[in-house]
């Protein structure tokens, strides 16, 4: 099992920035594939980014490429999603997620609870 905790959400103005930082506990966590996946109302949950157990490889959304960036810490167990130029459709509930294989079409096995993102126009 691995319990994951997302932070660093809230309220900014659109062109401002945000960082997530999610903490994981449990297994090893650098064995781990991490995402970032979001929901906006009323929309189904969609891919943000991904990066591998290393940090070496990431992926993005066609819509945050350029603005968002993925990273991790294993020496502290976390992962961050550094938000810039933040626009008014970037609002949406932020999940962090772990899978132990870093694949396309990427798949998580483990999820957090979310943090709330909204972006004011």
């Known amino acids: 099992q691995v319990q994951l905790v997302e932070s660093g959400g809230g309220l900014v103005q659109a062109g401002g920035s945000l960082r997530l930082s999610c903490a994981a506990s449990g297994r090893t966590f650098r064995n781990y594939a991490m995402g970032w996946l979001r929901q906006a109302p009323g929309k189904g949950r969609e891919f943000v980014a991904a990066?591998?157990?290393?940090?070496?490889?990431?992926d993005y959304a066609d819509s945050v490429k350029g603005r968002f960036t993925i990273s991790r810490d294993n020496a502290k167990n976390t992962v961050y999603l550094q938000m810039n130029s933040l626009k008014p459709e970037d609002t949406a509930v932020y999940f962090c997620a772990a899978d132990p294989i870093y694949r396309i079409p990427f798949r998580y096995e483990y999820w957090g609870q979310g943090t709330q993102v909204t972006v004011s126009s």
């Open positions: 990066i591998n157990w290393s940090g070496g490889s990431t």
